[in-house]
């Protein structure tokens, strides 16, 4: 298992990415359109890591939610696993309670499912498998 990505909750892309952007020394990719989770998605790439800039596009968004509850920040830390379904079935056999059960797409036609924050010490963590692999 290998960290993918951070997802980082912000109000304003337009505002946020520049800032990213001046700290890291790279330029965000294009803007991306969930419509599952209702985010408008840019990325950087680091070196060993991306950090995924989330903006929801509507009150119902997930996104919009957690800055309503906690404000920007961190939203959730995502995981690369070569099979989401095997890890998914393992991690509710071991008593992990999840969120998705099964996978949904996410930002780069990954497939993503998030674990339970109350089952993972509060850290909302998301397993991401590339369709392609
Ligand atoms: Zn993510």
Redesign the pocket.
Known sequence: MKLN?L?IAVKSLKDAVPVFEKIFGVKATELEYVEEQKVNVRKLHLENIDI?LLEGTSPESPISKFIEKKGEGIH?C?FDVPDIFQSLSDLKNGGIELINETPRT??DDML?AFLHPKSTNNILI?L?QHKDK
């Open positions: 990505h997802g995924e959730h995502s996410g930002a993503i998301e991401s």
